[in-house]
């Protein structure tokens, strides 16, 4: 039987990166499958010594595991629509090539969002460096979902709009001392977006027209993840768990030309109001 998880990995000119996110996979006791879409200017990035242990690995446990090249350049987006159309599972998870997650991550994940029943659950990334820089302020606007998950529209200049803060830095890790309480396997709460880890309800995902909105994007932009994700938590809900198990390895962005906010040039202030900066958790 095919798992009900497939794993998404876009990477590009991350050698060293991609195999501790192959590590992290490698360590997760859950069945999932693997496509890893490499966009590097020379060798693939999967190509190292470390990768192919890591990949064999992976298929030594039974994880079916799928490496491309995809050369055409048209920005993030459109690798990650061409990520999506290669994958068949009830549930994708879109997994940046710069995170490592502990043992167990993937089953949380996909047990949340079985249980939750809404559009995405994701996990979002600490930055472990940042472990003694506890930031009260932008803990403030943590909210469980102690109820089922409903759509939201979130909106700059609204309350809900400062929950992008909950993902700065180590604040993950922070949130789940202060909120998972002795028993909880996972901790539902309210986010903006998340970077990094987000697991989709691939119907959810398809019926907002998933990543075929590169087409309307320069090349080069940033914040494409924000908009799918807030256009499925708009109609289907979604959810961040607590503890994440996501952890940012802190590299330089492949994507350092960020004028273009993907979030900006595609809203419609009638439906779809603009954003501010697109952060992510483990960066600040």
């Not at 979130?154 to 949130?175: C, E, K, V």
């Not at 986010?191 to 880890?197: D, L």
């Not at 320069?218 to 708009?234: I, L, N, Q, S």
Request: with cysteine.
């Amino acid at each position: 039987m095919r798992p009900e998880v497939d794993v998404l990995v876009p990477t590009r000119n991350r050698p060293v990166e991609l195999a501790t996110t192959l590590a992290g996979l490698a360590a997760q006791d859950h069945p999932f499958a693997v496509v890893v879409s490499d966009q590097s200017d020379g060798p693939p990035s999967y190509a190292t010594p470390a990768a192919v242990t890591m990949v064999r690995v992976l298929r030594a446990s039974g994880h079916r595991v799928t490496t491309v090249r995809h050369k055409r350049r048209h920005g993030i987006a459109e690798h990650r629509a061409a990520l999506l159309t290669r994958s068949t599972a009830r549930y994708a998870l879109f997994l940046d090539d710069d995170v490592w997650l502990e043992p167990g991550t993937v089953a949380r994940l996909h047990e949340a969002i079985v249980e939750l029943g809404c559009g995405l659950v994701g996990a979002a990334m600490q930055g472990v460096s940042y472990l003694g820089d506890r930031r009260p302020a932008q803990l403030a606007p943590f909210e469980r979902w102690d109820g089922p998950v409903v759509p939201e529209q979130i909106a700059p200049g609204t309350p809900a709009w400062d929950r992008w803060m909950l993902h700065n830095a180590a604040n993950p890790i922070h949130l789940a001392h202060d909120h998972v309480r002795p028993g909880e396997r996972w901790v539902p709460y309210k986010v903006a977006w998340i970077a990094g880890c987000v697991l989709y309800d691939r119907a959810a995902l398809d019926a907002v027209g998933g990543f075929d909105f590169w087409r309307d994007l320069p090349p080069e932009h940033c914040g494409e993840d924000v908009v799918a994700e807030r256009r499925v938590m708009a109609r289907f809900g979604g959810a961040g768990i607590l503890p994440s198990g996501a952890y940012h390895l802190e590299s330089p962005t492949t994507v350092p030309d960020r004028q273009h906010n993907a979030s900006t040039i595609l809203a419609d202030p009638a439906v779809d109001p603009l954003v501010g900066p697109v952060v992510s958790g483990g960066r600040r």
